[in-house]
Nanobody, 119 residues
């Protein structure tokens, strides 16, 4: 089992930046991919960014490319999402996730942190 705890969500103005953090605990060695997702319409979850735990390969949804950056600190078992040039369309609950393979299919989820961007 892996436990994930997000932090860093806040109310910010459009154009500002925010950094989310996710601290992981438990069977970290089984994890191959970290991800950040956000709540979409009708209870869906949209993949925002993923990063492989060992190699650090990243993947982003088109709407955040050039604005968001995912990173990880393996020594601290922490994953970050740096979000720049935020827009009201980025308003959502953001979830940290962990997967045991190299796809975006995640096995473990945090409880989420709310990001609200005002215009």
């Amino acid at each position: 089992q892996v436990q994930l705890v997000e932090s860093g969500g806040a109310l910010v103005q459009a154009g500002r930046s925010l950094r989310l953090s996710c601290i992981a605990s438990g069977s970290i060695s089984n994890i191959r991919t970290w991800g950040w997702f956000r709540q979409g319409p009708e209870d869906s979850r949209e993949m925002v960014a993923t990063i492989t735990r060992l190699g650090g390969a990243t993947n982003y949804i088109d709407s955040v490319k050039g604005r968001f950056s995912i990173s990880r600190d393996n020594a601290k078992n922490t994953v970050y999402l740096q979000m720049n040039s935020l827009t009201p369309e980025d308003t959502s609950v953001y979830y940290c996730a962990a997967g045991r393979d190299l796809t975006a299919a995640m096995d473990y989820w945090g409880k989420g942190t709310l990001v609200t961007v005002s215009s």
